[in-house]
């Protein structure tokens, strides 16, 4: 969150839940962007807006990091 890193995804996404899953004990804290309309509190407008073409993705200074990797 200090970062201003964001993450996009989608519900149905297994690397997003893969990424949550590494967070575990700490995911309600993640900056997460649902970007489905049908997802909860969907944001569809701000993924394209950022150009998100692949789930999972993070923005973090302005890079793109695609799929389930541990951050760090």
Same mark, same amino acid.
């Given at each position: 969150?200090?970062?201003?890193?964001?993450?996009?995804?989608?519900?149905?996404?297994?690397?997003? $839940?893969?990424?949550?899953?590494?967070?575990?004990? &700490?995911?309600?804290?993640?900056? %997460?962007?649902?970007?489905? =309309?049908? *997802?909860?509190?969907?944001?569809?407008?701000?993924?394209?807006? $950022?150009?998100?073409?692949?789930?999972?993705?993070? &923005?973090?200074?302005?890079?793109? %990091?695609?799929?389930?990797? =541990?951050? *760090?």
């Amino acid at each position: 969150t200090e970062t201003g890193a964001k993450m996009y995804g989608a519900y149905w996404c297994p690397h997003c $839940a893969t990424l949550k899953d590494f967070f575990d004990g &700490v995911v309600g804290r993640i900056p %997460y962007i649902e970007c489905d =309309p049908n *997802g909860y509190d969907p944001q569809p407008d701000l993924c394209a807006a $950022a150009g998100i073409e692949a789930y999972a993705t993070w &923005v973090i200074d302005g890079k793109y %990091y695609l799929g389930a990797k =541990p951050l *760090g």
